[in-house]
Each structure stands twice: as C-alpha cells, then as structure tokens.
C-alpha cells in the first residue's frame, strides 16, 4: 500500500520529534486539533510533512468546530469528494453544508483524530466522533441520545491544500444511534 518506507526501529525518535516539531507548528498558530497519533513517512521532505500536517488538521479542525474558515483554509478551490454523498455539491461547499445540517442533529458534535498516517502526497486518517441528538435530522427530533461513530478519511494533498477526500463512516450505527435504522 505505501510505496516509501516508514520510520525504522533506528530512526525512530527522529521522526518523532519531526512530527511533533511539524505538528506543533502546524497546528499552534490557531489550536488545530492534533491527532493522538501519527506515523510518518521517513522519505517525506520536512516542508511536505508540514503543509500535509497543516492541511489535515484544519479540516479535522473544521469538522470537530463546525467553523467553516478551517475548511476554507484546508480544502483547494477545485476539491473533488470521491464519493460525493448524494445531494451534497461537489467543491468545498459541500463539507461546509453537510457539517451545517449534521450539527443541526448533533450540535455538540466532538472529533478525535484517532490516528494520522501521512505518506507520499496523501493523509489517512482514523476519526472518532462524538455527541448527542438532540436537534433534528430531518423529521426526526432528537431526544438527547448518544452518537458514537467511526470514519476513515484519505486525502489527497496538492499544493498545501486538500484537493480530493475518499472517506467511509459508519452510517450503520450513526443511523442506528439516531433512531432512524432498527438495531
């Protein structure tokens, strides 16, 4: 699956301190939500990491806040989802009205970055959300009930931005938690 080698046993403290060094910066000018772990691969240009750093954590930013600015710093003018959910527009009004009409149902929607894997021009990551309907999903009103879900997102990064999103969630158990699907 990955085409350059990753951190090795010897230069493993290296690209430890690399990553929180890249990390920090990246995500220190506006307390970007930082992943609980990261594996980097040790080929990547320092400058790479960082702008592939930067650009993840602003769009976790922007999904764990709602604030549409971190999706507007994160994602290319030309950003293509690759599996557009149907109904959401292609580019980055999409994710900006889809996180709109989730955090209308779950307002007090929380991400953790589970895990970052950042290699070649792409970032994977292993996302955890949280929260509580206790708005409304379409008809549905919530009742305050928790919402625990997993998702795994790949981007593309080009140019510092993120250019294309392939992304799974566990719309099973989301629609399940929402009472919408029977367990």
């Known amino acids: ?82 599996n557009l959910p149907a109904g959401r527009p292609q580019g980055p009004r999409g994710p900006i009205l889809a996180s709109q009409g989730f955090r209308t149902a779950v307002p007090d929607l929380q991400l953790v970055v589970e895990e970052m894997i950042v290699t070649g021009d792409k970032v994977i990551g292993r996302l955890h959300f949280t929260g509580h309907f206790t708005g409304s999903f379409g008809e549905h009103k919530g009742d305050g009930r928790a919402i625990d879900f997993v998702a795994v997102d790949m981007y593309t990064i080009r140019d510092g931005r993120i250019a294309e999103n392939w992304h799974l969630e566990d719309n099973l158990t989301l629609m399940q938690q929402l009472g919408l699907v029977a367990k």
């Open 1 to 82: 699956m990955f085409n350059k080698p990753f951190q090795s046993r010897s230069n493993k403290a290296a690209v430890a301190l690399l990553a929180g060094l890249a990390a920090a910066q990246a995500g220190a000018a506006d307390n970007l939500l930082q992943p609980r772990r990261i594996s980097i691969d040790a080929a990547l240009p320092a400058a790479q990491v960082q702008q592939q750093l930067l650009a993840a954590e602003q769009y976790y930013s922007f999904w764990n806040t709602g604030e549409a600015r971190y999706a507007e710093a994160a994602l290319a003018p030309d950003f293509i989802d690759t």
